[in-house]
């Protein structure tokens, strides 16, 4: 059995608790990375209100990006492959003062046990020129000059125009992998692991409008992103 070890302090009476129960192995979790995870989720009085383990269900969802409760996108930082934490969610990083039918009550704490099982590629970023200022920040909107292109050389973009993305939960996980981070005036490429990419199909994933499956990008294929931030919006 493995001791338990508390790895955050409670900065405050409502601050989020992590205890870890089990230490993993290999690279830590860090913001934007692409995760699957166990888990089951009770209230302070020990009532479970949901739970995936045994069901060959993992949950996947990107770290950072707000798809999670913020005690989940926080709790999950630091974490590596095969690690068992509980967490301590306040209401103020759950569901607030926002009753989730009959199952949370507002105003709830909630208990976690959660297991990692998988963490997939982290993105391998090159800043070719620092930026300056405060870096992009969650559902904001960035204008810049972009090229993508796949393993085989194919350019998926117009980097001569500027384009508009946005740092949020409605974009794809290597567009959140591309930006994350950036600082206004940064020039960096961005090499996208075809698992947070495009998979092991391609795109399209099958054949579908007279296209056969990964005609536009290849099963497989990583994505090498050459991105210039040019300013912010909200």
Not at 66 to 75: A, C, E, N, P
Not at 159 to 170: A, C, H, I
Not at 203 to 216: C, E, L, Y
Request: proline share 6%.
């Amino acid at each position: 059995m493995f001791a338990s070890l508390t790895v955050a302090l409670v900065m405050s009476q409502s601050a989020l608790k992590i205890e870890d129960v089990k230490l993993g192995t290999g690279e830590a979790v860090k913001l934007y990375d692409v995760v699957e995870a166990e888990y089951t989720g009770s209230l302070t009085n020990g009532k479970v209100f949901d739970s995936n383990v045994g069901k060959n269900a993992p949950f996947h969802f990107q770290v950072g990006i707000g798809k999670v409760i913020t005690g989940w996108d926080q709790g999950f930082i630091g974490m590596k492959m095969g690690g068992e934490r509980n967490l301590t969610i306040p209401p103020e990083l759950a569901y607030g003062d926002r009753a989730m039918g009959d199952a949370i009550p507002a105003n709830s704490t909630l208990k976690f046990s959660v297991k990692l099982l998988k963490v997939l590629p982290s993105a391998k970023i090159t800043i070719e020129k620092p930026g300056t200022g405060d870096p992009i920040k969650l559902t904001q909107f960035i204008d810049c000059k972009i090229s993508v292109k796949t393993s085989a050389g194919k350019e998926l973009a117009d980097p001569t125009k500027e384009s508009k993305l946005q740092l949020s939960r409605g974009m794809l996980p290597w567009i959140n992998q591309a930006v994350g981070g950036i600082k206004v005036g940064e020039k960096r490429k961005v090499v996208i692991n075809y698992a947070v990419a495009y998979g092991d199909k391609g795109f399209p994933p099958v054949d579908q409008d007279g296209q056969k499956a990964g005609s536009q990008i290849p099963p497989k294929s990583d994505l090498t992103v050459e991105i210039e931030a040019l300013k912010f919006s909200n």
